[in-house]
T-cell receptor, first 115, second 113 residues
């Protein structure tokens, strides 16, 4: 498959600190990127998205940065809370000669928030 | 507005059997995609449907199939189950194709014994 499933990297932060989760994507033709949060026993939950014609987008306590030159995405979470503890996935929507809903997911990062 | 509904939530099957999983997308959404999630391979795309037509398929054997009905509900089927098919199967719905937000269901946890 296209998703690489290795052991999950972990980011451990203190409550109240800012978190930065990084992701490298694979397809330079991808035009749409999404960050998802997945809590144990649940499906992925949409956090924020960004299109390839932007390099930054802000939501509530979250910011996504896109660097197309090095094919890199990052998710910044401000004032991290215990409820933010989860696995975070980046996903890209590649162009395949037309519209597609196929998402290619990164391996995921486990965010552990210490109280 | 109700979210994406997947049934059943949990399933235990024996090797060699077949299984059918169901997904009801958000009302008004016409696009449904399926993903397999395992600890070893992560989230992998299975297939996507739009207006009852399969638009794209991932790198899975022919034992994995799916369909979409006129009301946008979708089913996926796995025949001749193998132990390695044990996974969380996730369905995502979108309003339309292209770069729009996809909403995921809770998934169906399939265990093959």
């Amino acid at each position: 498959g296209e998703s690489v499933g290795l052991h999950l990297p972990t980011l451990s932060v203190q409550e109240g600190d800012n978190s930065i989760i990084n992701c490298a994507y694979s397809n330079s033709a991808s035009d749409y990127f999404i960050w998802y949060k997945q809590e144990s026993g649940k499906g992925p939950q949409f956090i924020i998205d960004i299109r390839s014609n932007m390099d930054k987008r802000q939501g509530q306590r979250v910011t996504v940065l896109l660097n197309k030159t090095v094919k890199h995405l990052s998710l910044q979470i401000a004032a991290t809370q215990p409820g933010d503890s989860a696995v975070y996935f980046c996903a890209e929507n590649p162009l395949y000669g037309g519209a597609t809903n196929k998402l290619i997911f990164g391996t995921g990062t486990l965010l552990a928030v210490q109280p | 507005k109700a979210g994406v509904t997947q049934t059943p939530r949990y399933l235990i099957k024996t090797r060699g059997q077949q299984v059918t999983l169901s997904c009801s997308p958000i009302s008004g959404h016409r696009s449904v995609s399926w993903y397999q999630q395992t600890p070893g391979q992560g989230l992998q795309f299975l297939f996507e449907y739009f207006s009852e037509t399969q638009r794209n398929k991932g790198n899975f054997p022919g034992r994995f199939s799916g369909r979409q009905f006129s009301n946008s509900r979708s089913e996926m089927n796995v025949s001749t189950l193998e132990l390695g098919d044990s996974a969380l199967y996730l369905c995502a719905s979108k309003w339309r194709q292209g770069g729009y937000e996809a909403f995921f269901g809770q998934g169906t946890r399939l265990t093959v014994v």
